[in-house]
């Protein structure tokens, strides 16, 4: 009967639950996880004004803290991508590096984090990839981008391929695994020692484990931007 109670706290967990329905063509579902996205994004547009709303020469905390997330976001993209190409990307992977941060450690909160959710980071996997193969194309051009595919030797057409699929697959399932894992530990934990164990636990899974998860996820993102824009 225990476990038995363990399975179904476990399962109600790991559902993806419908915060409200939109009553349109006979009811558009809108899942718990997009909400808490619109949430994620409504802070992060908020903190960002607030930092920077008033430049200063001298800045102070806010400012501070702001720009050296942006200096260090500038320097990673512009070791990775080269001088050339770098400023173009620097947003996005700043931007998604914070959603993620943010997005991973909410569980601190006691809201379910929405990358829990396999279609929230199945969509942030597609993204990166547009960027990744869209930068191909942009630097190389039509001709350039689908050359990349037939190198070193066109006898790895079939590989370079299979690799357009590979590569959002591994960024989606990498995200996802580690923060439903995370996730379920947490989860198991609150059951069997529902006090002070799962406070100072927290502290790894949601927020070490998330940021490292961030990181991680921006990282590859940039890395394989490079590969194909050598």
């Known amino acids: 009967m225990f476990l038995d ?43 960002s004004i607030l930092c920077t709303r ?18 260090f976001i500038n320097k990673f993209t512009k070791d990775t991508l080269g001088e050339e190409h770098w400023r173009g990307f620097a947003p996005y992977f700043g931007t998604i590096g914070l959603y993620l941060g943010v997005a991973n450690m909410v569980g601190i909160f006691g809201i379910t ?4 959710d396999l279609n929230v980071t199945a969509a942030l996997a597609l993204m ?26 066109p ?14 697959l591994s960024l989606c399932m990498r995200l ?19 006090a002070i164990v799962p406070m100072a ?8 484990d998330g940021i490292i998860q961030a990181i991680v996820f921006v990282f590859l993102t940039a890395l394989f931007t490079a590969e194909t824009m050598e």
């Open 5 to 47: 109670g363990i399975r179904d706290e476990l399962l109600e967990g790991l559902n993806s639950h419908t915060a409200f329905t939109i009553p349109l063509f006979g009811g558009i579902p809108v899942p718990e996880s997009v909400v808490v996205t619109w949430g994620i994004m409504a802070v992060l547009v908020i903190l």
């Open 54 to 71: 008033h430049l200063k020469k001298v800045p102070g905390k806010a400012q501070l803290v702001a720009e050296m997330y942006v200096g």
């Open 113 to 116: 984090p929405p990358t829990k």
């Open 128 to 153: 990166s990839c547009g960027v990744i193969y869209g930068s191909s194309f942009r630097v190389k051009g039509l001709k350039g981008g689908v050359h990349k595919f037939f190198e070193p030797m």
């Open 155 to 168: 006898l790895l057409f079939p590989i370079n391929l299979m690799e357009v699929a590979i590569r959002p």
């Open 176 to 194: 996802f695994g580690n923060v439903l894992g995370a996730f379920i530990i947490m989860e198991l934990i609150k059951v069997v020692v529902p």
């Open 201 to 208: 636990l927290s502290m790894y899974f949601d927020v070490f």
